[in-house]
């Protein structure tokens, strides 16, 4: 198969360890003759290799970084059949873990998905930009993001401003993502034709939310309440993604969240999914992994 030097030396990777693991899993036998790439095995294995390979090549050729993780997402996407993943201004928003590859499967899959796991982990993001994926895809009308507005320490009324501009600073790392995936200018033409909105979840009451994606981020600060109704503005065509840590909750009354209550409920409910992420899925700075074990480990610990 020919494929672009940077593609190649991709498939290939140092010492040929992405070859190696490409052959283990699809039991095939991998050559770089002439500049292409040569694969041998029975035809389902190669297609399946091939279609593997064409996504680690896409992301070389792209100018991005492929580490043997990108490799093993690949190897993924080709064994489930699909493709590379949605994409972002700078290309595919690659799965950089395992957990990540079967979060963006089951967003894929189901009407409405639970994220819970410790920050750092992609939730938001990658919700985000399978959202944002639909959306330019034409696959939904909307991409709508809330959150529950509640003060973590902050002092809202003392901001500058009617409610959505002292609400903005609030969203911002949903700007950050969206800005990051589609770009400014394109995020800025669509929020103002009503294709992109990012409010409160307060501003969801009484709606009903058809044809759109909605993602419910921060969720673990929603009340039972909320979560109910914010749950129930799915209208037809519509899917959702509500993503948060339950170890995180700002609520003074925190039994009342009611992110971990709906995602116990509603598991194994038809069209429902729930992705629990762990602390070895944290994707920022190594050393934020291991501030999440810490903190994990002190709550173990604490007295009940």
Request: avoid cysteine; aromatic fraction near 4%; hydrophobic fraction near 45%.
């Amino acid at each position: 198969m020919p494929l672009s030097e940077a593609g190649v030396r991709a498939a290939w990777g140092a010492n040929g360890r992405h070859a190696a693991l490409l052959e283990d899993a699809f039991d095939v036998l991998l050559e770089t003759p002439g500049g292409g790439v040569a694969l041998n095995g029975k035809a389902d294995s190669r297609r399946r290799a091939r279609q593997a390979i064409e996504i680690v090549a896409a992301r070389a050729d792209q100018g991005l970084d492929v580490a043997q993780a990108d490799v093993r997402v690949a190897i993924d996407h080709a064994r489930q059949g699909t493709g590379g993943g949605p994409i972002g201004r700078r290309g595919a928003v690659a799965a950089k873990t395992a957990a990540q590859a079967r979060y963006l499967e089951l967003l894929a899959s189901h009407e409405l998905v639970f994220a819970l796991g410790p920050a750092g982990t992609g939730k938001t993001f990658l919700a985000v930009a399978h959202g944002a994926g639909l959306l330019v895809s034409g696959e939904v009308d909307r991409l709508v993001i809330t959150r529950p507005a509640v003060e973590a320490g902050e002092r809202l009324g003392f901001l500058p401003g009617d409610l959505l501009e002292k609400v903005d600073p609030y969203m911002a790392p949903i700007f950050e993502a969206l800005t990051d995936i589609l770009g400014a200018e394109q995020l800025r033409r669509r929020r103002e034709r009503g294709e992109i909105e990012v409010a409160p979840i307060a501003f969801m009451r009484g709606r009903t939310l058809s044809h759109a994606f909605v993602i419910v981020d921060e969720a673990q600060n929603a009340s039972r309440l909320q979560m109910k109704m914010v749950l129930t503005r799915m209208g037809e065509g519509a899917r959702m993604a509500v993503t948060g840590d339950p170890s995180q909750v700002d609520l003074l009354n925190p039994s009342d969240s009611g992110l971990a209550h709906a995602s116990s409920i509603l598991d194994g409910v038809k069209g429902v999914a729930v992705m629990r992420f762990a602390a070895e899925d944290v994707v920022r700075h190594p050393l934020v992994e291991r501030i999440v074990k810490a903190y994990d480990a002190d709550a173990a610990h604490r007295p009940r």
